[in-house]
């Protein structure tokens, strides 16, 4: 049984054999996705890859040694690692945001007279918070 | 001038050219740097990514390349796309729990009679912040 040969097979012009490594993961429908992977990884390692994980954990793998391939060809210099440091420093934005909320409602908390009613109409307004961390700083 | 085989050319066992493309990046005194590059893409497939791009990025490609490999090793099935999920998921909780607090503070801010001196000695407790947020949702 093989109805066509798989993308992996067609794009490296050989036989699909019937236990082909890439053929689940590689339908003929969808050419690029072995391109971009053969691009960055090459044949015999994207083979070596898939070879050492039990199956039913290859279809992931193939994902995302997809995914990663497209990273990098996006990115040749930082590839998904480059991903990686904005999401960080995205964490570190927002967690430092939370921070000064929670510091915000413990000072209003102890000091309720501190806080004016018109200042509490501003609560979301930017230079309100700037103004509300420097109490913290 | 050629000291010595870079990382590279001894771990293929060959000769280390002048104009070596791994030499700059592969020093003799890490050899597990490479050793891990060319487990996952092969020799070849880091030796086009690097000479595709201008020499000074081919340091900071060297290290993606390098940290990525690294990922995979340790998790053959995700390799860096399963930080990056972790990492998207985490942004996901911290906004989650700033929006959750910012309401907090806008609840507060318009009925400070509800927000008795017992609570908000409670501010940072789990519990309270469960209970604050019941408000919201």
Not at 33 to 45: D, M, T, W
Request: hydrophobic share 35%.
């Amino acid at each position: 049984m093989n109805p066509g040969r798989c993308a992996a097979c067609r794009y490296l012009r050989r036989r699909c054999p019937p236990a082909c490594i890439f053929s689940p993961y590689f339908p003929p429908n969808n050419p690029q996705r072995f391109v971009s992977i053969h691009r960055i990884y090459g044949a015999s390692n994207v083979a070596k890859l898939l070879q050492q994980l039990p199956s039913h954990l290859r279809t992931q793998a193939a994902d995302s040694l997809y995914l990663e391939a497209q990273y990098r060809i996006e990115d040749p210099v930082y590839g998904c690692v480059g991903l990686i440091s904005l999401l960080q420093q995205q964490i570190h934005d927002v967690e430092r945001q939370l921070a000064m909320t929670q510091a915000e409602i413990a000072f209003r908390a102890r000091h309720p007279q501190a806080v004016e009613s018109n200042l509490l109409n501003n609560v979301g307004n930017p230079s309100f918070s700037n103004q509300a961390s420097s109490w913290f700083m």
